[in-house]
């Protein structure tokens, strides 16, 4: 068994192939399920056992992988590294791993030759002692006779149920030496259950005894004299009174062996001979043997570990070593549940508990006694009464469950772990229901137990023991059970309430909602959970809830990013026409970004590719975070978290020179603030120069990986932390999705790197990686769920580019993993099925999609950096080179910042009735040429123009021509326009979306669609040739109305503004003429030059 597993993992794991595996099995049958051995007697099937079907073997390649069943090996040479088999083959190795497993032991009665000659003398280990056991029951003296187990251990009752179940066999006895069955996983109280409910099924236990021979007539055994002179009848006997390594093999090799059986191994598993491991049951470690199948698998794990992961370099994993097994184990026996978990015999040896002689006496026990104690004959020892306190006396010769309290006064965790302990007892004779928990004295931590009649509270248990974390319930709870819990009680209850008094106002689309409440018109971070409420209050007030992707589309994005993917769709015209509401609308700035952001997750072109470009947010548009002020930030990628010197320098000087405001970021890397449009393209180029590149800041997509130090540095480390994060980050680099998407990497468990508030977030453990998926701060945080544990380092991005291309095709519009992860049908489970086994077959395809979008990346920067026409775009005006602050900039902690905006801004309606000069007198004034607009027949462009100290965005929309606007968006006085996206509703009104918070102001008539507090002012453009003319008054009238210095937010104003607001409203703007003869000029004021109405 443990060298299938073996296999299988190797089989897995070497994904570079390699090793070759060829595997000798001397059974005649591929490898079966041992555990599941007494089901044989069921169905006589082998197949039915097999842990792989033979369709498994002949899929495999085979110069990677032979497997030469009924062949057993005879020698082994560790001189030549080769073995000889009993079909006389010579098979040369360059590792050779032994996994011989055990025989069962006989008894000193029965000889060898006894065994081999006498009839009805059997063991249980293989399918070939049960066929002997059935056919021999089959005979016609044996037919309804009686069937002897000797040993009441796990193997015996196996057996015993085995026997029992046969037609042919009358009467089961079980012979056991102790005084009751199953002692090395139960005590007394436990052990007497199983004994009663084993007699209630009718088979009889003898204990307290033992077999002294066998008896036999010509050849036949009769029966069998016992220890204590009675004799027994019996026409069959089965012996289960242990097992023996079987080191035969290994010991004609001259390997080392312990006197008792077992193949002597190090911590790596290595035996005495160079390039020769043990694994399995046929293993000494530490001179313990384990009969039990999980130590063997664990040993299969690392030893596959060590041979394929250690050396690839990925995540720099030293080899792992063996370390304690949990020999926890869950067993249905005779039809009991039977369960030992933890240091499931803490009461009865150890520095805790005493062993007595007349009066209580704490003697500490080293390890060897201790483990010597427990084999010992359960005869010499009783249990003392359960739960004992202090003080009790116990009786000669037995064991108390003593408890000391001294060293427990400052309660540390270790102290807990190490101190005096207490039981807890659970025992019902009417259902044969026992349970014993052991705890530390405070109670605070499990350390083991053992459970008889139900188990069902095990692998939780277990999991509490393995953790050893503090119990958040009391030791009484375990016991009876802590009751169920009821759901949640609602955090998102208040949010409801609000959200409910909504429906009194006729609310019933999510922009309404906006409209009316602004909601989402600030940072936007409410929008996922706002629409989340939204639609279940929608629903429960009986409405029909959309999650169409906008008024453009009738689907949701998960249906798009299937049509644009089967119909392979390349732009956003070609989209709309597809599978638009109107074939020739422009979009709006809902679905430009989600299409923008389908097309890069499908194709991954460049976003400033003129096609394209126009899809994107601002910030995607310029490659940089847009700020508050107009100016945008720059942070470059720092993979991991790791930085050079040099490089450090590098953006010091960077933000010297272009006097960039510098903070180091959440997810460590720095940030460099307060750049101008013009001035990204030469930023960038300096630092592609560097050796720096896009850190996607800006984009709805990997933003970092960030790590701890781990195995660099730390001394706790397990796992390469930085190695992988940076491996991590470097794949998913540049990869654009739903929404934005962090990662985590933490070297050990102590998760200094956070990883489990991330999307995905990997922990170091001594067998590879926990992986955790969902995590999520911000402003409806989740704590990361476990998705898989324990994964080699080679399988982690195979795990991770299933996830993260499973969300990008199947998530809502700007839906976080965590949003995501809980409103996936069927929870985690299901996605465990769908990305852990393949339930749904899309993994190769995930994988390959994922693939492609990592083979097709290229840096963004570095793309505009060389491309002359490109850079030209990031002119601030593309009517002179002259540059225009568009915020006051003040001090603060020795860098530079934008002057706050104020507290309150009023409402500021700006339309043409409030220039000086009448419309009729206006001029038609060259502003740009048609190829400052770079216009295309496919999507929008803009530009930004200087008149006088007024600024200007114009527009040009395909089929529909060119449209101006003032620049500054009076929502918070931003000079941001012409940076907005475009779009129209479905009655074809164009319209520009401010890109900072998102009001939407209509290029014909400056109406604002989404809050009547403001408006703006459209102005009429014409071609003519190549120029593009703007009908204006002249530049002294405007300046007076939206000159920039007029708007510009100065700190004065903030000021003012947080000491109660006196005097800056703007009043009657857009209300009427305005007045004329202003005595105040120019500049920041509180009534300023041309037109006082207007000042704030
Ligand atoms: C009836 C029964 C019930 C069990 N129930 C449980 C249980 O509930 N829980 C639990 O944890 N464990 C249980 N076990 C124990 C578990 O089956 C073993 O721990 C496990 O099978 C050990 O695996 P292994 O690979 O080390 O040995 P094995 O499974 O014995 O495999 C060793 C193989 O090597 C072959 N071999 C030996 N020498 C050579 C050679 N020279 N050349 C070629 N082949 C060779 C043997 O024939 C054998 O097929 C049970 C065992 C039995 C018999
Ligand atoms: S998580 Fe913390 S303690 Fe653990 S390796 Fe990383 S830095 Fe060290
Ligand atoms: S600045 Fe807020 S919407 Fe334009």
Redesign the pocket.
Known sequence: ???IAFIEKMLTLDEAKRYRLVT????SHLAYN??A??DYFQHRSVEKLYLNQVEWYTQQDPEHFLFHTGE??TSLNTVAHSVTTSKGRNISYDYCVL????ESTLPPYVSSVKAERAQGIFV???ISDLDKILSYSEQEHVRGGRAVVVGGG??GL?AAKAVFDLETISEVVIINRQVFPLSRQLDGEGGEIVLRRIEAMGVRVLTRTSVKDIITSDGVLTGLSLSDDRYLKAEMVIHAIGITP?DD?ARQAGLKCVEKGGIVINDLLQTSAQDVYAI???ASWKDNTY????P?VEMADILSFNFTQVETGLGGFKPRVMNMPDLS?K?KLMGVDVASFGDYFADKRSTRGVLTSKVAVAEPLTRDKAQKAIDAKPTAWQISPLGSTPGNRVKEGEVAINTVTTDMKHGSRRAALDGPIECLTYRDPFSCVYKKYIFTADGKYLLGGMMVGDTSDYVKLVSLVKKKKELEEPPSKFIIGSGSKGPDDGADLDDDTQICSCHATGVTTLSDLKAKTKIGTGCGGCVPLATNIFKAEMKKAGHAVSNHLCPHFGMARQELFSIVKIRKLKTFPEIMEAAGVKKDSLGCEICKPAIGSILSSLYNELVIAPVHHANQDTNDKYLANIQRNGTFSVVPRVAGGEITPDKLIVLGKVANKYNLYTKITGGQRIDLFGANKQDLPDIWEELVAAGFESGHAYGKALRTVKSCVGTTWCRYGIGDSVGMAIHLEERYKGIRSPHKIKGGVSGCVRECAEAQSKDFGLIATDKGWNIFIAGNGGSNPRHATLFAKDVPPSKVFRILDRFLMYYIHTADKLMRTARWVEQFNGGIERLKAILLDDELGVCADLEREMGELIGSYADEWKAVVNDPARRRQFRQFVNTDERRPQTEVIKERGQERPADWPKQLPPAKLGESVIVTPKSEWEWRKLATVNDLMPTDDATTSAAVKYGDSQLAIFHIPRRGYFATQQMCPHKRAFVLDHGIVGDDLDGNLYVSCPLHKRNFRLTDGKCLNDEDFSIIPFDVKQEGDNLLVLLPDSGNLDAVIGTSKWMVKQATAEVSSRGGEGIEIAGVGMGPPESGSTCTGGQSLCSGGNASLDW
């Open positions: 068994m443990v060298g000798c099995g001397e059974e041992r555990v051995l007494t057993r090996v996994a011989t497993g055990s249980y280990r293989n796990l193997i196996e079987r093999l399995g049951e046929c009969g039990l199948i999980a063997g184990t067993l």
